[in-house]
């Protein structure tokens, strides 16, 4: 019933408002007649004024003042002539004074405007014509060329019998025809132009807009129920994360759900003469442009819910963009999470278009002792910052601007790792919280209880140094253990992250992870491999000792393999040396390791890689399989030498260069060992020494984490995206299921490390949710009860 009526209504709608307008247009007419007549009438009355006037100045024809006895001759001569001339006007005056005059003019009057002058030269000729020009003083002027306008007059033959052959009546009459003849108009003429005029037009538009169908909603249909189920598979993907369920079996879920989507396209592409080829990641785009378009078609936008977080620092377009580098190691420890930051701070700021701070851990000096190598302590804050720049202006060769700051930290023994006390984010002030880079984010962030990182600061990428379920594997009950950090670390990661840096595929499959090696090399190491090409190019012999291994004196750094290749090709290698440096808790069981089994390992104590002791080595052996990416191995390389190492994801950043020699198999070892041994290494190419530089891994880690847009102001809070010809911006049509799922779990962790208990049961350090009164004195802190008042957890 309801669509019947419709066009019923709809038609008589249509000509109430086509009535509408002609009444409209008939009263518009009827005013305008109303207007001409009036005008008709007051040109008439204007008409008689200007005879009468022309009739009673004719005694005193407008000449100059006369001062001659010629002129009162001339004066004499023209009287004559005016009152002949007396009758004639009176009776002109009585003819247009008449009703049929008048009416003749009201039905002859048209709208077009036109200047209309009645021609009464005829007048002034026969007027001059009496005028002797001997009589004219040469100071004398007449002017009778000066006339009001007014409007022309047409007449038809009856009032041309009445005036008769008068000379100015001719002329009047022939102007008057031609007047006429210009414009006639017709009566199809005039319907003509009402059929094209602008008032026609906006009623074809009005009854279009009356009839027209709602075509918004045709092109976007309702969502079914298979879409509807792949959307909630989607955005609840970091549940059935931590649930243990695999991406590949959501993004499989996902893609049989949305099949009947997929063959839409694949009919959709033949039509247009496309390859049906259809990628999942297509496939999920279009998933998430039907949602939002069907959202923003409906009018419903999203502006925040229960978790949103509007406090947050913005910066100020005119200033300059923070960047703090939170990392989990300091100087003098040599270890990557020290060293790397630190370079990393340095060639930031040298670009000098962002602030750089760099937050590492303070120790007490009973921590110091037990990490710092050669007993090496300090005092104060400002004794380890003058330590750390020394060191690092001695490498890079350049002053770098950045600011050294610290918090507190205690030192684990049992992880070997330096685990933070208290909220670390408080320790970049709110004015500064712009953009966070946190080394290792998964340690830092185990026992964080404190603000939400990406609730504090606006862009937080963190960088995955350490691949910490290898080494918990080698523990007692490993395997346990390294399935609850795994989950643990998809859960702080997700939690407090925007975006993640994995150096490479060593690491757990990490939330919102791209791999991407982000470090580079000394550059001291660079000038190393630059001399020793320089003396080979001279003829000179570069390496006078053959292979060396340097690392950290623990089994998980590849000691444990090492000690396992050689006692099983001992006698192939029999003639092989090796020379080891470094230090570790597991430096004596290492060695002990190595007597009993009779290798041939020289063990040394640990130094700089770039100690000149070092220059003279041919090859680096690196059998670990522990490492994200091995420092050293890069350090090695860049200075000019063969690395002998494993077939493994953490040595795939080092497979295109030439002096990399992987092996597969303990054989291969033995052969490649050999190969390295009888043969030179190749000097690197400028790109390849690039590609080692800090400054290409700066530029890697611009791209990647991207940062490169973010302090270019590029803003990408909303992507745009078309979908059947529209924009559809995805993040203001519907909310972020994703980030409220992120929030949730940010809130159950903080829940869970506020208690004591639960933080001991997981292995931290007791004391360690609040700094202790030593770090309050050291770093001249106020007492955690004066930070934190009111403790909710």
Partial sequence: MNGGSQPTTSTSDAFSFISKGWREVRDSADADLQLMRDRANNLAASFDRELEYLINSAPTFA???????????FMKKLQPKILELQPKLSEFRRVCSAPEIRRKVMEKWRPTRAKIGIDLSAIRNAIVA????????????????????????????????????????RGLKTRLREFEKRNSISSVEIFSGIKNSEFVEKVKSSLKAICKEPEETKDVPPLDVPELLAHLVRQSGPFLDQLGFRREICDKIVENLCSKRKNQLVMRSLSAGEPPIIEDDKVIDELDLRIASVLQSTGHTYEGGFWTDFTKHEPKSDKKRHVAIVTTASLPWMTGTAVNPLFRAAYLAKSEKQKVTLLVPWLCKSDQELVYPNKVTFSSPEEQE??????????IGFKSDFRISFYPGKFSKERRSIIPAGDTSQFI????ADIAILEEPEHLNWYHHG?????????????????????????????LQAFLVKHINNWVTR???HKVLRLSAATQDLPKS?????????????????????????????????????GKMVWAKGYRELIDLLARHKNDLNDFKLDVFGNGEDAHEVQTAAKRLDLNLNFLRGRDHADDSLHGYKVFINPSVSDVLCTATAEALAMGKFVVCADHPSNDFFRSFPNCLTYKSSEDFVAKVKEALENEPQPLTPEQRYNLSWEAATQRFMEYSELDHILNNESNVSELKKHNGKVVAESVSMPNVSEMVDRGLAFAHYCFTGNEF????????????????QHCKDLRLSPPQVENPIYGW
């Fill in 63 to 73: 000449v100059p003042a006369i001062r001659s006895s010629s002129e009162m001759d």
């Fill in 130 to 169: 009496e005028v002797d020009e001997r009589d004219i003083d040469g100071d004398g002027i007449i002017r009778f060329d000066r006339f009001r306008k007014g409007r022309r007059l047409m007449f038809t033959e009856e009032e041309e019998e009445q005036f008769g052959d008068w000379e100015p009546f």
């Fill in 386 to 395: 003058s330590y750390i720049r020394n060191w690092l202006e001695e490498r």
């Fill in 429 to 432: 002030p709110s004015k500064d």
């Fill in 451 to 479: 603000k939400r990182w990406t609730d504090k600061f606006n862009h937080v990428v963190g960088i995955v140094h350490t691949n910490y379920l290898e080494y918990i594997k080698r523990e007692k009950n490993g395997a």
């Fill in 495 to 497: 939690a407090y992250c």
């Fill in 514 to 550: 791209v791999i991407c090696n982000v470090h580079g090399v000394n550059p001291k190491f660079l000038k190393i491999g630059e001399k020793v090409a320089a003396e080979r190019e001279l003829g000179n012999q570069a390496f006078s000792k053959g292979a060396y291994f340097l």
């Fill in 758 to 773: 639960l933080r001991l049961c997981t292995g931290a350090i007791p004391g360690t949710r609040d700094y202790d009164k």
